[in-house]
């Protein structure tokens, strides 16, 4: 069984896709957020195409903009959870 930084290494840990909310009614709502978008983004086109055209444009901005505060968010927490490894065993090796 390889390590983990040997998963890593070779493409077979890939934590951006392996992201599981663990509150129990994140499907529901997310399911219910997804109908309701897709309900207005059709009505919106029904009733005026370039403003419906528009408003995808501003949403696509936003999910990329969401995309990359998700980037760093990961990152600052692998960034927290190392630092407190190594502050861990500096204070374990102190001890000894």
Request: proline share 3%; glycine share 4%.
């Amino acid at each position: 069984m390889r390590t983990i930084l040997e998963q890593l290494y070779y493409g077979e840990i890939f934590p951006a896709e392996q992201f599981h909310p663990v509150q129990s009614n994140y499907r529901k709502l997310q399911k219910e957020a997804s109908q309701r978008y897709e309900d207005f983004a059709n009505e919106l086109n029904q009733l005026d195409p370039d403003l419906s055209a528009r408003f995808t444009q501003i949403m696509d901005e936003h999910s990329r903009i969401f995309s990359m505060e998700c980037t760093s968010n990961y990152i600052d927490g692998f960034r927290l959870g190392a630092q407190i490894m190594i502050e861990v065993l500096h204070d374990a090796q102190s001890q000894i």
